[in-house]
């Protein structure tokens, strides 16, 4: 007797989770469906037909126009995003493994200390960092340069807090001891052996750090003020800022911003297989 | 996609509370500089400028400056976010640029703050006054009291009106205010979907080119006092005249200016005339393709016999205090305002609409436009922009005034109050937030 109603109750609350969910996603996959209409349509189209649907295909001749434009300057902004998001990521991610590594690792004085130092500068936004690290930047003469933006985003406390959790988790003391027997130094035992079993979790490092600064904003618009410095999102949103003088800017702006969101889903799809462990992993700990 | 936008509403806001901060910090003397004109020596070698504006393509015009003077470079800023929030701070922090683009309307604001340099020790400054339409010339100078900025572009304003519509109804196109009114009630009869125009209560600047049509002069300044005088019988005219239109319910109050809903409304052939100014020419041309051919550019419907006419924005490129090389700029700023090369270029990328006389006769502005009808469009604004009243002044808290206007011509539009109660908020306005910054003002009349 109770079988079929458990059975059944599991069922309904599956279909009410499902529709749940297919109003989620409809809900979060909207605009970007918005964003993919609207980006095939010329300017002339864009005020005069439904949003939400397709009208005169003009895709290819937007991102023609998009590419050339002002001597192809959005080029130059999707190189410059990657430079920024690609390198800073990378370095950054290397330099919370080293982080984690250490204080998962080693035992000296204050570790502790540090870690509470590390953890309470997660809760600080970077929004709020932009203008002391303006002030410290326009000091040493490094705004308005790559450095500007690079630098601040190599650093990441919650990289390092998720780096520590994940060595202490995953690489077990007794293969350190063992490398070290062996002979081989402390930069050898980290990347030849704590390096390989930290991955997931490095790749989800990565991940953190590239798509928050790929989606970065607020700083390369305090740091930067040569347009060939910018990356896409403060390109874009000067472009924005000019639509009214210029009204042809606006199918570029978001033409643009179709074409800046694919490279993060690409990155998305490619190491989800990782992300989902390690993201689990974090969570566990 | 919505997450970018949202960050950016979130980070604009943070950037203007995080820079007001550092405007604070920084210590900003401004003890000794009096309002007396500048030395203007040239530099000894090489200089660079810093220039602001927010000119879509304005980066390739001043390149072409830079190829020719290698002894005085430019570095442009793009502001158009935030123009004159970044100015302020910039100004606060006394780290503004030697030349910055300023509306018109902001002059008097701006230059009460001692934001300006007076460029009348170059002589080159002083000469430039005959290379510029009068009356941006005169607004530039206050009345020729120095060289605080040099012209840049305006908005002379006309009427666009869709032929077809006015033919298909069989109505004349309208020279006056009254015959406009008159063609509204037409059309609106003969099809109820139909308007003439439509009245954007949250576009204070558009109102003010209306009242300025008809002097209005809202603004003077004598005895080393602000005469406001918004609330005037040129003003309250202009603004019963629109009730009027509201009221009758002849033109529509649902739509803004440039946005989306206008564009679709224009498109479903529901109004047939919109009030604009030059710069307005590529809106309609860009993001209506399908109407070429329909519209049309007139005159502005005049007041009576008086054929004035009014202006709807347009910039200056302004002196501004600390620049360290006035000679420079002045050279830079009168070459980029007068010369027909840069000239052309600002209107082709930018679409500017030059206030310079050498810019009223380039060969882009005297040809037909496709889109309508091969008209030559712009010689109706250049005989706007000869048109214009030259002694309209603006007030120096004209940002404050705007919105209040804005304020009670929306509750107008929605039926609380009516236009001429707006400018009576707008002349109450005007006058407290001129004695809250100590500026002395009287009521006009």
Redesign the interface.
Known sequence: MSNPSTIRESRVSRTAVMALMFLLAIYFLL??Y??IVAATK???E???TNGLAFSHFNLFDNLRVLFTR?DGVFGRWVFNTVIYAVLGAAVGTLISALCGYALAKFQFRGREFLFSVILGGVLVPT??L??PL??LFSATGIVNTYLAVFLPSIVSPFGVYLARIFANAAVPQELIESARLDGAGEFRTFFSVAFKMMTPALVTIFLFQFVAIW?N??LP??ML?K?SLFPI?LGL??????T??????QESVITG?LVS?VPVIIVFILLQRFWRTGLAAGSLR | MSTTITRTRLAVVAAAASIALLAGCSSSDDSSDKTSAAPCEPAKGKVTLQYWNTVPGMDKVVDLWNKKNPNIQVETKNISNDQYGTLGNALKAGKAPDLSQVGYDELPNLRTQNAFVDASACKEATAAKSKFVPWTWSQASFGGTGVFAMPQDTGPMALFVRSDIFKKYDVAVPKTWDEYEAAAAKLHKADSSLTMTFFDPNNAEWFNGLLWQNKAEMYSYADNKWQVNVESDQSKQVAEYWQKLISDKLVRTDLANGSTQMYAAYQKDQIASYVGAAWGYSMFRDNLPKQAGKWSIVPMPTWGTDGASGDWGGSTVAFMKGSKHLYESVKFNTWLNSDPEALALENKLGGLYPAANAGLKLPALSQGVPYYNNEKIFDVFADSSNKIDTSFAWGPTQKTVNLALQDAMAKAAAGDGTLTDALAKAQATALKSMKDQAIPATAGK
């Open positions: 605009p970007i918005f964003l010329p300017q002339g864009l005020a005069s002002s929004t709020a932009a203008l303006f002030l989606n904003f607020f618009m305090v003020q347009e999102t949103y000067e472009w924005n800022g000019q009214a003088r210029a009204p042809l800017l911003s969101i």
